[in-house]
Nanobody
Framework: VQLVESGGDWVQPGGSLRISCAVS????????AGWYRQAPGKQTELVAT???????SYEDPVKGRFTISIEDAKNTVYLQMNNLKPADTALYYC?????????WGLGTQVTVSS
């Protein structure tokens, strides 16, 4: 199983960015996925999750601004981020949980600053 994040970049406050996580070795339609982030000097925190049935959940700091989705044809999970704030600066990781294992990617860096 391999998870590869991409799309991280520098963006100005108020801007938008979409990051991706391409998954191989298992089907997201069977597992769902999640996005986490780790800001400098802080612990890793949950950002958003999506179940295999498409039910989404968001943590309060990103509600109304971020959208998680899965494209089954590409077996890829996305995180659309709008109205970005400096506090969103972090290394973003995707995560997949199966009945007996947890898989992580290496992360993609998102930097929000003027």
């Amino acid at each position: 199983v391999q998870l590869v994040e991409s799309g991280g970049d520098w963006v100005q406050p108020g801007g938008s960015l979409r990051i991706s996580c391409a998954v191989s070795g298992l089907s997201l339609s069977s597992t769902g996925a999640g996005w986490y982030r780790q800001a400098p000097g802080k612990q890793t925190e949950l950002v958003a999750t999506i179940t295999r049935d498409g039910i989404t959940s968001y943590e309060d700091p990103v509600k109304g601004r971020f959208t998680i989705s899965i494209e089954d044809a590409k077996n890829t999970v996305y995180l659309q981020m709008n109205n970005l704030k400096p506090a969103d600066t972090a290394l973003y990781y995707c995560n997949v949980v199966t009945w007996n294992n947890i898989f992580w990617g290496l992360g993609t860096q998102v930097t929000v600053s003027s």
